[in-house]
């Protein structure tokens, strides 16, 4: 018969349960790997596969019953982690969207509505269009492996431990979410600039000739000139997208570097046993 104590039983249990929960959150939060499209079964598979991989090679991982309330805390801040690391890439989507809602609407395409399965909302024409470059460059740079490091080197930078984190990861996550503007602006501005000049250049033609309709003329060329200017700009959003990727993968690293601040030395990992009988008592299988 073989036998087993309680603290070994948390012990297992933790080792896999972590970690996995701090994987499961990044892969439901993160670009591509979180997309409605890709069914729950492979996502699931993924978490179980590269926790299995990573739990042997982590600092230890506190001993604790997983029911308990330091357990339901340990899990709840796993959770919390992952989510945060797989939303602050998920972010640069959106900041790439954001510039498609700009150049939609200054094109005169705010109309031209989808619904956008990814995020359950409406999504302009060129909004999904950016949004679909964005993913084949974030496949084609490997952003995704990178990504996937960066969640591994986060149970270092902010080992599993029942202590919770510091208040800075959080904060960090919102002054993240500031980029959001900033980024879709850059992106969009090459087509808003152009088509500022193009109403300006449309304006003064309506002044020479007002017998000009100018609904009739304006609106096929301001169309033209922001598929125009969008085409010319393709060949050149590689580097943008590069950067905005190592920004948002940064970012994801910071925050558990930043929420494993102030803890105090040692507590990184330290066995907390709290289970519910006797540890001593042994589990017979």
Avoid: C
Avoid at 39 to 60: D, S
Avoid at 106 to 133: C, E, K, N, W, Y
Wanted: aromatic letters at 8%.
């Amino acid at each position: 018969m073989i036998s087993f104590t309680t603290t070994e039983l948390y012990a297992w249990i933790g080792g896999l349960l972590w970690p996995l929960t701090r994987i499961l959150g990044l892969v439901t939060a993160a670009p591509v790997f979180g997309n409605t499209g890709v069914p729950m079964l492979i996502k699931m598979t993924l978490g179980v596969t590269l926790a299995a991989v990573v739990a042997p090679t982590l600092p230890p991982v506190p001993i604790v019953d997983p029911t308990s309330w330091a357990g339901i805390l340990i899990l709840g801040q796993e959770l919390l982690v992952g989510v945060a690391m797989g939303f602050a890439m998920r972010l640069v989507f959106a900041a790439i969207e954001f510039a498609g809602e700009v150049a939609s609407s200054t094109m005169g395409l705010g109309f031209a509505t989808f619904f956008d399965p990814s995020s359950a909302g409406r999504s302009s024409a060129i909004s999904q269009f950016l949004a679909l470059v964005a993913t084949m460059a974030f496949l084609a740079m490997n952003a995704h492996l990178v990504l996937v490091e960066a969640l591994v080197e986060s149970f270092f930078t902010m080992p599993i431990s029942a202590t919770p984190m510091a208040l800075g990861a959080p904060l960090e996550m919102v002054r993240w979410g500031g980029r959001i503007f900033s980024a879709g602006l850059q992106l969009s501005l090459p087509i808003v600039a152009a088509l500022l000049i193009t109403n300006v250049a449309l304006a003064i033609l309506t002044r020479a000739a007002p017998q000009l309709n100018l609904f009739g003329i304006g609106f096929p060329i301001t169309l033209g000139t922001g598929f125009l200017v969008i085409s010319l700009t393709l060949p050149y959003l590689g580097t943008p997208l590069q950067n905005l990727f190592n920004q948002g993968i940064e970012a994801g690293r910071r925050i558990p570097r930043v929420g494993g601040e102030r803890r105090p030395a040692g507590t990184a990992g330290a066995p907390v046993v709290q289970p519910s009988a006797d540890p001593a008592t042994p589990v017979a299988r």
